[in-house]
């Protein structure tokens, strides 16, 4: 199963999957790219060292959204891949490209949807006072983290938590959702 996984930040949860291919624990799964929406994004870095092809479709070289959405899509299209994954892309896509990747965009989310979706996931939910939150992982339509879920689940709001300690808490357990949703898409179960 090929995929290409998309970021815009440190990508932590991709050096999981990085990890997980290593360890020989997605032996199915190959990464045929790593793409970014800016220049210099830690997630990009890190697939230099593990030999992984990489671009960046800058957002901000492109005057309308729509020519970077086509960009886009044209780029992950080249790759021919099975899935695309969102791990922490931070920007909507249109429908050319849900079109293009009609239900084999994967996307995670540090909340459970669908509350709390957007950039701020954890942050709202903090603000809101709920007592359990967690992760979702889903198949990604044109909304802002809507579509069918595949996996989700529970983590509880500590006393005292700050917007940092809940996250990274919350990763620890998007990491396992997202190998074994990959894990179950290689199989066909998804
Ligand atoms: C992850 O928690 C992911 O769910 C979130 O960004 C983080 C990326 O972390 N995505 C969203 O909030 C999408 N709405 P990483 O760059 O360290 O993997």
Not at 70 to 89: Q, R
Request: contains cysteine; hydrophobic residues 45%.
């Amino acid at each position: 199963m090929r995929i290409v996984v998309l970021v815009s930040g440190t990508g932590s949860n991709l050096q999981a999957v990085i990890d997980a291919i290593a360890s020989g624990e997605l032996p199915n799964v190959e990464i045929a790219a790593v793409g970014a929406d800016k220049h210099g994004t830690l997630g990009v870095q890190r697939c230099a060292d593990a030999g992984i092809e990489t671009f960046v479709v800058n957002f901000k070289d492109y005057s309308e959204r729509a020519q970077w959405n086509h960009a886009l899509t044209e780029k992950c299209l080249s790759y021919a891949p099975d899935y695309v994954i969102s791990s922490g892309f931070m920007r909507i896509v249109n429908e050319e490209f849900i079109n293009a990747f009609e239900g084999t965009y994967i996307n995670t989310h540090p909340a459970l949807l669908p509350s709390f979706p957007g950039a701020h996931g954890v942050r709202d939910a903090l603000a809101y006072g709920v007592k359990v939150t967690g992760c979702t992982v889903h198949i990604a339509d044109t909304g802002v983290d809507t579509g069918p879920i595949l996996r989700q689940e529970a983590v509880e709001v500590l006393p005292g938590d700050t917007e940092e300690s809940l996250h990274e808490r919350i990763k620890v357990v998007e990491r396992r959702l997202l190998i074994a949703t990959l894990a179950d898409l290689a199989a066909g179960k998804a």
